[in-house]
């Protein structure tokens, strides 16, 4: 199995930043790739970021290119979500999730999850 936990959430005010932390525990073998998903009250989960967990390839959604950055630490087994010029469209609940075998940003292709970060910009 793989744990992750998720921190770094808070509130902001628009434009600001903030970065997002996720540390993953567990086997190694169930995480090729980590990604990075939203969920706004009565909308659906959004993946914006993954990163390819054995060459540290990234890719960002149209949403959030150019503003967020996803990042890994193999040393310390974590993965980050920067977040920049934040705006009140971004207020969501922020989720840290694990797969194996290749990459995408289909909720349903994630077999292993955080408990969120709520990430509210006013």
């Known amino acids: 199995h793989v744990q992750l936990v998720e921190s770094g959430g808070g509130s902001v005010q628009a434009g600001g930043s903030l970065r997002l932390s996720c540390v993953v525990s567990?086997?190694?073998?169930?995480?090729?790739?980590l990604a990075w998903f939203r969920q706004a009250p009565g909308k659906e989960r959004e993946g914006i970021a993954y990163i390819d967990a054995r060459d540290g390839t990234p890719y960002h959604s149209a949403s959030v290119k150019g503003r967020f950055t996803i990042s890994q630490d193999n040393a310390k087994n974590t993965v980050y979500l920067q977040m920049n010029s934040l705006k009140p469209e971004d207020t969501a609940m922020y989720y840290c999730a694990a797969r194996t075998q290749g990459c995408g940003l289909r909720a349903a292709q994630y077999a292993y999850w955080g408990q969120g970060t709520q990430v509210t910009v006013s």
């Open positions: 567990g086997d190694t073998r169930r995480r090729d790739c």
